[in-house]
């Protein structure tokens, strides 16, 4: 059994059996997360979209304390390494694919910025592909809509869209999305943190029945779904 759980915002962990996977936690200083950077434990790999505070605040203290590995584009993960005295880190590129021992990682495109808190150069955004035993999802992260997008996610069996719009996609674009990509469940993400990207979540998942062939599942902070 492999279970999806959200963390608030852009925050997502995986785990299967005795392996934990982290997506952007950003925890510290978010007024909708349930759980503090320090309840997270053994956690092996934490995949980091792009260097926005409210997707890398949290994670270098994570990996130190549990010897986790940051996976994350290469300019983002040589900031960790040498200004945040991450041990473990593993650069990659979009488009590339990394094989890990119960799970594999595509990143893909985004259409989004990516500057560090320190000001530094965070390459480029970035999404995943995130395949564990068959069973495909897709992490859109922080983005706009984009027609490749389809080429990255085609059919995925989950889809993780953001919708909480200003920052990224909305409502409007995340159904497009669904549509293009043609996902059989889909997830809202990065919305409700902040009132500037507040969202009614049951208008969404009405949307979603009636306007896509996907399923919307919407999560509680805090929730999972079992796959
Ligand atoms: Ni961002
Ligand atoms: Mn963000």
New binding site residues.
């Given amino acids: 059994m492999t279970k999806l759980t959200w963390l608030s915002h852009g925050g997502w962990m995986i785990e299967k059996n005795n392996h934990r996977l982290l997506i952007d936690p950003f925890l510290t200083d978010n007024p909708t997360a349930l759980t503090s950077a320090d309840q997270l434990k053994d956690i092996d790999h934490i995949l980091i979209s ?1 260097g ?1 505070f ?2 890398v605040a949290d994670a270098a203290s994570i990996a130190n304390e549990n010897n986790a590995t940051i996976i994350a584009i290469h300019e983002i993960a040589e900031w960790f390494a040498n200004t945040q005295s991450v041990q473990s880190t593993v650069g990659m590129n979009i488009g590339g694919q990394l094989e890990l021992s119960w799970v594999s990682v595509k990143m893909t495109p985004a259409l ?1 910025s990516s500057q560090l808190p320190d000001g530094s150069y965070g390459g480029e955004p970035a999404g995943f592909v995130v395949t564990i035993d068959g069973t495909r999802i897709y992490f859109a992260c ?1 983005t706009a809509l984009f027609s490749d997008m389809k080429l990255y996610a085609d059919n995925v069996d989950i889809a993780v869209l953001p919708i909480g719009d200003l ?1 990224t996609m909305g409502i409007e674009d995340s159904i497009t999305a669904t549509r293009l990509i043609q996902a059989k469940k889909v997830l809202p993400a990065h919305y409700g943190t902040w009132p500037p990207i507040a969202q009614d979540a049951n208008h969404w998942a009405d949307r979603i029945r009636n306007e896509t062939d996907a399923e919307p599942v919407v999560l509680a902070v805090g929730e999972s779904i079992d796959f």
Avoid: G, V
């Fill in positions: 792009h926005h409210d997707h989004h922080d920052f």
